[in-house]
């Protein structure tokens, strides 16, 4: 069985890892020329993955919950739309800015810190050695090995700034066109939370012009059943990039999204009782 899974399945890391296949991972670190490039391809696949995943959460579960909270009080349809288009959009605008702002003050930081690390080097190259030596003494390494290592590192002044980063303060330096990606990072957040947010709202829209003289129980039974299969199908989506299995990823997230509902539904129907808002 596990031969045939990986005749099936696209030769990587990830895959010869999961199935505890020595041989795979060493056929795939034999062909690596022309496995990093689908690797690396996976990776900036997985990096829009936060945006699209988050903002898409989001959107469909803040949408859902003004539609079942709506749904609760006995709201008209009409209100329904009003309320959750006007928030999902202007959600969403504040989701992508923030991204955008977010993303690109932390990216900010850690250059700052990378001048300071670097200043340092320049000034006190002695002191910083030392540091670096005393950290790769603590994770195992002989003071002899790390000596030669370190000092091996240290001739090559840009890289050896980004290892300290790393080994040191624990960050990752961006990549040189950073505001392009934390941009671009808030154009698919924004994207993604206005679109799947519209999600639950479509049966408001769709169906009663098809069906005029369906109730509003229906309405929120349809609401319901869009946004029960578009969140298992992220929650299943979401298990590509993971570990997870996508049944249990898909159950998981639309458990998450019942609860919020469950929530929302509650308290509408609480708050139409307390003030008497009549049924529509």
Sequence with gaps: MGHDHNERTPLTARTAFQDKNAAASRQYHESRSSAVKSEEA???????????????LDGILTSFAIVAGAAGGRLDPSVVLILGFSNIF???LSMGVGE???????????????????WEF????????????????????????????INTMAKYKDFFVDVMMTQELELQPPEENYLQENFREGVVMFSS????????????????????????????????????MVLFLMGSVKSFFSTQHWFRAGMETLSLG?????????IGQVLQAHFGVSDV
């Design 100 to 118: 955008f702002l977010s993303s690109k003050a932390e990216n900010e930081w850690i250059l700052s810190e990378r001048r300071r690390e670097e």
């Design 42 to 56: 996976h990776q900036q696949g997985g990096g829009m993955l936060k945006p699209i995943i988050f903002g898409g």
């Design 193 to 228: 939370f206005a679109a799947f947010g519209a999600m639950p709202l479509l049966g408001y829209v769709i169906i009663p012009a098809a069906f005029p003289d369906l109730s509003t129980d229906y309405l929120f039974a349809c609401a319901c059943l869009i946004t029960g």
């Design 122 to 149: 320049e000034n006190y190259p002695e002191g910083e050695i030392e540091e670096m030596i005393e950290i790769y003494e603590s994770r195992g390494m002989s003071h002899e090995d790390a000596k030669l290592v």
């Design 258 to 266: 019942g609860a919020c509902a469950t929530v929302a539904f509650t």
């Design 90 to 92: 202007a959600d969403a």
